[in-house]
């Protein structure tokens, strides 16, 4: 019987399979280009180019494709084989270190914002050899980036690799400082913890909403939701937990950590979170897991919800951002150790975090701006859209200690005794956990709770890392000329905790009166939706830094704004368009067929003991031939504003019009069609119902 140990990683051209087939220099060499980010040599990409091809074959595949990440948010694939014309008529299997490091996907078709024309359909994918290659469906997937003919990054995975660039080159002036010689890198690390939810799959099938925008738009309350918290780390169903099973299997085939598993809040969720690990390689494998989970769904007759709100009433689904920074030497530099308040280099690392937040918080904010998320965020169970830094009691304590120049007791760890003798006694964490902050540090890790389920976490840590590294090259510039340097570190500390501490806030976030407080005293963004947050995108500030770095060119940031604001009206017009149709073809239709059968009932009754109260009958009837007018007239007004917001020209324009029209129109379409549901008998309710879908799965 095989164990993990024996598969894991099987499918991946990993460090193992590397050190095994490459020849020594060629095995050192691209290993210095994946430590240190030294250039590949074409000598060296022929070697590795042969090595992956027969590895691949040896495992079954038949063709290879660069797989990379277009700003439609999922990943994309072109298939060559690996066949070439032998002279004897035959075929041998060939693959270049050209064709591994350099491919020519069409760029015309793919989400570009302006900067490619429909006719300017050059493109490239370029090798990212930091990232293993792996087997998927016979194919050797490559993990590449994506740029325009005139270079112009079209991907998501570009700026990320240069926001990590960014950053290593700041936090290494930085380090230097502190006589970290021996530092050759530093890299941030992420792991995505991965919210879900699983129905079943001929249900899903029956309702167009779920089928075309992945979430429901119709749906009355359930006699029963989550108001019990009987589902949250609740035992796994025997389905549930085959799929599991399955799907742990094909991503540690992969290599991808997936460590824990557990039902979530609402009924139907559930959640995954791997172990972490480096940034660009942790966003290949939340994208693989994405994938993977949608197709292993599907072999146990279900569906992997990913949206960030598929049932309004209870608990949507998120994707908690778990951010570290480390050096190649395994010093995690958000590590406090035993005296936080005498470790000073942990203590500028933090306060590098604290003011890129706070400087920087409508570019978090924005980085997990999607219709679907616009519907999660400020719900009773994800944070609000104001952002905040959650540091616990005791750092707040040191940190307003440095800041008055007084000195700090630290207080004792407290032993926990739970009051059965056969309990072990361990020690309570120094600081609780916040779960309604957006930014919360966790023990050498911050925690970003605000990115959607169904995200890509690319974009959340291209900001993440281009705001920490603006905040340190800031540091660096002011360390690195003075002359008492333990006296310059002491004053930055100080200065940075007395500018930024008002985005530190401990409580509930959750609570009306601190969003009062953010804003009215505090001064931070509350940008709501995503018309709200999408424009800061393009402020001088934030056009500065992130062009500074080398992040991004303005052309760039121009056309992602575009992109991310088109994306956002298709969205829900595609949603209002659904609404329309499920209304007018299914809704309608069941409600009259529903009321002509009472009506008719009505009239046997009368015919028989004409002097017969008939009370739900007539009651119903009258009832429901309101809702039918209600809902025909709303109907009305959603398609009409629908037409008006299509005549629009100008994105941003229409993004607004949406946000202040469209979706309040949609909310009352939906009022009604959901007051005409529990009045209607069952079996001319077209649809599955909430109640089916939400405990369907056994």
Request: aromatic share 8%; glycine share 6%; net charge negative.
């Amino acid at each position: 019987m095989q164990t993990v140990s024996d598969y894991f990683g099987s499918l991946v051209f990993d460090d193992r399979v590397m050190r095994a087939r490459l020849p020594a220099k060629v095995y050192k060499s691209l290993k210095k280009t994946i430590d240190e980010g030294v250039s590949l040599d074409n000598q060296v990409a022929n070697a590795v180019a042969e090595a992956m091809r027969d590895w691949a074959v040896e495992h079954g595949a038949t063709h290879f494709t660069h797989w990379f990440q277009p700003l439609t948010g999922i990943t994309a694939e072109k298939h060559d084989s690996f066949i070439s014309p032998s002279p004897d008529g035959g075929v041998i299997m060939e693959f270049s270190g050209k064709e591994l490091i350099q491919g020519e996907p069409d760029a015309s078709s793919f989400p570009s914002g302006g900067l490619r024309a429909t006719f300017e359909a050059r493109g490239y994918t370029a090798w990212d050899p930091t990232s293993y290659a792996f087997l998927k469906d016979k194919t050797l997937c490559i993990p590449t980036a994506f740029c325009s003919y005139g270079g112009e990054a079209l991907d998501k995975k570009t700026p990320l690799l240069r926001s990590m660039q960014a950053i290593n080159k700041q936090a290494m002036r930085v380090l230097k400082l502190f006589g970290n010689e021996d530092v050759k890198c530093v890299k941030t690390s992420v792991g995505p913890e991965q919210e879900y939810f699983l129905v079943d799959r001929e249900m899903f099938d029956k309702r167009k909403d779920l089928v075309f925008c992945g979430r429901t738009l119709f749906g009355a309350k359930p006699p029963k939701g989550q108001e019990l918290d009987d589902h949250y780390f609740g035992s796994i169903k025997p389905r549930v937990a085959e799929f599991m099973e399955d799907l742990n299997e094909e991503l540690w085939k992969l290599g991808i950590l997936a460590k824990t598993e557990h039902n979530e809040v609402a009924p139907a969720q559930h959640e995954l979170a791997p172990i972490y690990t480096t940034t660009n390689i942790a966003t290949d494998h939340n994208q693989l897991t994405m994938e993977i989970m949608q197709k292993v769904a599907l072999r146990h007759g279900l569906v992997c919800l990913l949206h960030e709100k598929p049932f309004a009433g209870v608990n949507g689904s998120g994707k908690h951002n778990n951010w570290s920074i480390a050096t190649d030497t395994g010093v995690n530099l958000l590590t406090p150790g035993e005296t936080p308040y005498e470790n000073a280099q942990f203590l500028l690392f933090l306060c590098a975090v604290i003011q890129a937040v706070d400087d920087y918080q409508d570019l978090l904010r924005l980085s997990v701006a999607t219709a679907g998320n616009d519907h999660r965020l400020g719900a009773n169970e994800a944070p609000p859209a104001v952002v905040s830094i959650f540091l616990g009691d005791e750092l707040t304590a040191i940190l307003d200690a440095i800041e008055a120049d007084a000195p700090y007791n630290a207080a004792e760890k407290t032993v926990m005794k739970l009051g059965v003798h056969v309990l072990p006694k361990f020690l309570r964490d120094t600081t609780d956990r916040n779960r309604t902050s957006p930014f919360a540090f966790t023990g050498n890790k911050f925690e970003f709770r605000m990115l959607g389920s169904a995200n890509s976490i690319a974009c959340t840590n291209i900001m993440l890392n281009g705001a920490v590294a603006q905040s340190l090259k800031g540091f660096a510039d002011a360390l690195e000329k003075a002359d008492d340097f333990e006296g310059a570190l002491h004053d930055l500390i100080r200065r940075t905790i007395h500018a930024h501490k008002r985005i530190i806030f401990n409580g509930n976030g959750y609570d009306d009166a601190w969003i009062k407080e953010a804003t009215e005293q505090r001064g931070l963004l509350n940008l709501r939706t995503t018309p709200d947050a999408m424009p800061t995108l393009l402020e001088k500030k934030n056009v500065d830094m992130l062009t500074g770095l080398k992040i991004f060119t303005k052309a760039e940031l121009e056309s992602r704004y575009e992109i991310m604001m088109e994306n956002y009206v298709k969205t829900v017009t595609i949603e209002a368009q659904t609404m329309l149709d499920m209304t007018r073809k299914e809704i309608l239709p069941a409600v009259a067929g529903y009321t002509k059968e009472l009506t008719e009932t009505l009239a046997a009754k009368r015919a028989i003991l004409p002097s017969l109260p008939a009370k739900y009958e007539t009651g119903t009837i009258t009832k429901l031939s309101s809702l039918l007018d209600q809902i025909d007239a709303a109907a009305d007004e959603l398609e009409k504003t629908t037409l008006q917001i299509k005549a629009i020209d100008s994105v941003t324009e229409s993004a607004f019009q949406i946000r202040d029209a469209m979706l309040p129109r949609m909310a009352a379409l939906r009022v009604v069609c959901d007051e005409a549901e529990p009045m209607t008998a069952e079996r001319f309710w077209p649809f599955p119902t909430y109640d089916k879908l939400l405990f369907g799965v056994r």
